[in-house]
């Protein structure tokens, strides 16, 4: 049975900031509250031209480009988001286009923060199943478009950004070992968007009522998040036929430093096992772990070798964690040059386009 490695990484944020003392000039709150209560100093902000697909594909390229794989080589495309540009297409589809990924399938999966883990899950069962042999996940959020700036108690939480995993089969051992995923839609309620869908769909009432936003019970959610990030970090760990202490480190969602602290001292672990950079990011929900994962491997954090936990909460509610081995770029020949491939995405869009259009005038004039 093939292993599923993570083999490419890449990450994307806005470059616009938008500090606590940002924050302070539009709502009721403070540097020192925020970063007492949260651990957040700042986030990324998506610009009027920045959407999960464009976050997305830059980090997408700069996965593929450490992997060494071309996007004509991928088997399958996962973007894992909550604030997806449309409800359909999916915005997988919009990445697959731009990648110019002409084999792969594509779709979106929902599990808010939880997204990223879900997502790696069923790419490296695809993998393991020997269906497919490379697969893409990317997490990518722009929820800044989904949030009343007049709330202070969700303003000063989300950020924007994108992370993308290629991972790729090999008979090597190690990648993934291990996953768990767990569901409670009893507790829906206490984290939603509900406008928009097919319940409410938009109108003046909907608008009015700020039923695009996100609504969201705090004190529940972090009362949930407290209880599951150790238990689904032991979890994982167990999965994996490990033990805590052969655990290099914990890549959690980065939702509030509180959570995180309570989850170190739930496995009985030092903060310093934990990657953390919330207070640079905010949370960027399905997006945070890979983001996370980027910076610490480009530090030197996270080497080969090294086994970790990403861990992950959100709404659902879900929440879920996957053990891997990290292992880096399986050796290949040759580079593939990203600026090629964005050149060829767009002309082959653009060909599909004007084909689809001949088809179209060509079927008329048939009928
Ligand atoms: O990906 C999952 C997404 N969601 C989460 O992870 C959310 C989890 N929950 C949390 O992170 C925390 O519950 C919050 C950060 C949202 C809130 O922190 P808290 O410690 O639970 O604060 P609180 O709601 O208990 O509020 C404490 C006080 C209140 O004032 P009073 O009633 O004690 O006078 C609030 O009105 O702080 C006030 N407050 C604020 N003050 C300044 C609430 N928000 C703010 C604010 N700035 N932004």
């Known amino acids: 049975m093939p292993y599923a490695h993570i083999t490419g990484w890449g990450m994307a944020v806005p470059e616009a900031v938008l500090t606590n003392d940002d924050l302070s000039k539009i709502v009721d709150t403070n540097d020192a509250w925020i970063r007492e209560r949260t651990g957040i100093r700042e986030r990324r902000v998506a610009r009027e031209n920045e959407f999960p697909s464009t976050l997305g594909v830059e980090a997408s390229f700069k996965a593929l480009q450490v992997a060494n794989v071309r996007p004509t080589d991928l088997d399958l495309i996962i973007c894992t988001t909550s604030s997806p540009e449309y409800i359909f297409p999916a915005t997988a589809c919009l990445i697959q286009d731009q990648l110019g990924a002409t084999k792969a399938g594509a779709f979106d999966l929902l599990a808010a923060c939880t997204g990223f883990i879900f997502a790696m899950n069923m790419a490296a069962q695809a993998i393991r199943s020997g269906s497919i042999k490379t697969a893409l996940v990317v997490g990518s959020e722009t929820l800044s478009r989904f949030i009343d700036w007049k709330d202070r108690t969700t303003c000063i939480l989300f950020g924007d950004g994108a992370g993308a995993f290629v991972l790729q089969a090999s008979d090597k051992p190690g990648g993934v070992l291990s996953a768990v995923m767990h569901s409670d839609g009893s507790g829906g309620d206490s984290l939603s968007l509900p406008g928009g869908g097919s319940r409410f769909p938009a109108t003046e009432a909907t608008v009015h009522e700020g039923k695009h936003y996100i609504q969201m019970d705090g004190k529940e959610v972090f009362r949930f998040a407290t209880r599951v990030m150790a238990s689904a970090t032991q979890e994982a760990v167990d999965a994996a036929g490990l033990?805590?202490?052969?655990?290099?480190?914990?890549?959690?969602?980065?939702?509030?430093?509180?959570?995180?602290?309570?989850?170190?001292?739930?496995?009985?672990?030092?903060?310093?096992?934990?990657?953390?950079?919330?207070?640079?990011?905010?949370?960027?929900?399905?997006?945070?772990?890979?983001?996370?994962?980027?910076?610490?491997?480009?530090?030197?954090?996270?080497?080969?070798?090294?086994?970790?936990?990403?861990?992950?909460?959100?709404?659902?509610?879900?929440?879920?964690?996957?053990?891997?081995?990290?292992?880096?770029?399986i050796p290949s020949k040759g580079h593939i040059r990203p600026e090629q491939y964005r050149l060829f995405g767009r002309l082959r869009s653009l060909v599909r386009r004007t084909i689809r259009f001949i088809e179209g005038l060509l079927y008329r004039r048939e009928l």
């Open 243 to 329: 033990t805590l202490d052969q655990i290099r480190w914990i890549v959690p969602h980065q939702a509030n430093i509180r959570i995180i602290d309570a989850a170190a001292r739930g496995l009985k672990l030092p903060m310093e096992r934990f990657v953390v950079n919330i207070d640079r990011y905010g949370n960027t929900s399905t997006a945070s772990i890979p983001i996370a994962m980027v910076e610490a491997v480009e530090k030197g954090q996270i080497q080969a070798g090294d086994k970790l936990v990403m861990v992950g909460f959100g709404a659902g509610l879900t929440w879920g964690a996957l053990a891997a081995e990290w292992t880096g770029p």
